[in-house]
């Protein structure tokens, strides 16, 4: 897990009133320490964001630093010859050429294209942009650090060898899915048909 934020010490909900955003953020913080099973003295209170989206029927969680951006389905998408089915095509993307791939598809999944939900979530720390077009987007999640683990489930895309764990809170399992996993993979690497 790479993206954590160190969150402020414990105040006085007293000392909020004045200040109704920050007393919103202190009872979500101590919310999430009374989740975690942890008291608020002692718990760790460092938290990691991720973006939620849904594959198919399953929620997965991608690393807040590994997108640049999420997008609505481009509304042309020039395909190019000569390249694998999850290959969507081309997309203008502010003056710049942006490759978009149904992850879906890749996985032998089906396909996400045509959903009214479809996003595409533009990864970051590539050389060029890359766009994966996923089901839907359901904004920001935050967990605490101790809600992650390291052992990744079992999924029904079968994308366990893209993944970087999950986040867990009560009966709800995030796996984290790695979009810099997915992209360096040479099955990915080899779009042409």
């Known amino acids: ?3 954590t934020t160190e969150v ?25 320490v009374a989740l975690s099973g942890g008291a608020a003295a002692d718990a760790d209170t460092r938290e990691w964001v991720g973006i939620g989206l849904r594959l198919g ?14 997008m609505m389905m481009p509304a ?6 000569g390249t694998r089915d999850w290959v969507a095509g081309l997309a203008n993307l502010r003056g710049q050429l942006l490759p978009v791939f149904d ?3 890749f996985l ?12 595409v979530l533009v990864a970051s720390g590539t050389e060029s942009p890359v766009g994966v077009v996923v089901d839907e987007v359901f904004g ?11 052992e990744a489930p079992a999924t029904e895309m079968r994308c366990e060898r893209f993944l970087d764990g999950a986040c867990m809170r009560g009966d709800e399992v995030w796996p984290v ?12 690497q080899q779009a042409a048909a």
């Open 108 to 119: 032998g999944a089906g396909s996400s294209r045509g959903s009214r939900n479809a996003r």
């Open 8 to 32: 402020a010490a414990p105040v006085s909900l007293q000392t909020l009133r004045q200040q109704p955003f920050e007393l919103l953020r202190e009872l979500e913080r101590r919310s999430r």
């Open 57 to 70: 029927d399953e929620r997965f969680l991608v690393a807040r630093d590994e997108v640049r951006e999420v």
């Open 140 to 150: 920001f999640r935050r967990f605490l650090q101790a809600e992650f683990t390291s």
């Open 1 to 3: 897990m790479t993206d």
């Open 103 to 105: 992850l879906r598809s």
């Open 177 to 188: 899915l790695s979009l810099r996993s997915l992209i360096a993979a040479d099955d990915f």
């Open 76 to 81: 042309a998408l020039t395909r190019v010859p």
